[in-house]
């Protein structure tokens, strides 16, 4: 378990920014392995999921659960993208989001980077898939910026 729980922060830690791994995973997260590879799967926190281990890259889709985790935790996370409140429900409800509305976005964002929407008070309100830079999501005025994958008030 121990060295399952140090291979998942440091994965943490490189996809979303040092320090980000102890804050996201606690010593009792619990790790669900794939049956058919025995490779991690899933990991949960009192029964909630965090995040998900992509088979193909080896990296984490956050849950939204995860995704307030890193957030609170005030861990310097660069996968933060900032949104105009006026836009927070049709977010959070999954719309995906556009330039025009990202407000800030870290510069260390690449395409196809796993990303944490908030509004202008720091609260979670999506997660997905950046399709622009982060550098581009601030200085482009059209165009989907992050497709979103899971929004905070979509059920499920």
Known sequence: MEDALRRIRSVAD???????GEALFPKNVEI??????GRIRYVFLSGKRLV?????DG???LSIEGARR???SGAPAKCIVTVKNDVSKFIAEGGDVFAVHVL???NEIRPKDEVIVVNERG?????GKAILSGEEM???KAGVAVKVRRGSLEEG
């Open 14 to 20: 490189y996809q979303f920014g040092k320090g980000v």
């Open 32 to 37: 669900a392995y794939s049956k058919r590879t």
């Open 52 to 56: 998900t281990m992509r088979p193909m």
């Open 59 to 61: 990296l984490f889709s």
């Open 70 to 72: 890193i957030v609170e």
């Open 104 to 106: 800030k976005a870290n």
């Open 123 to 127: 609260e979670v309100l999506a997660v």
């Open 138 to 140: 601030t200085a482009f």
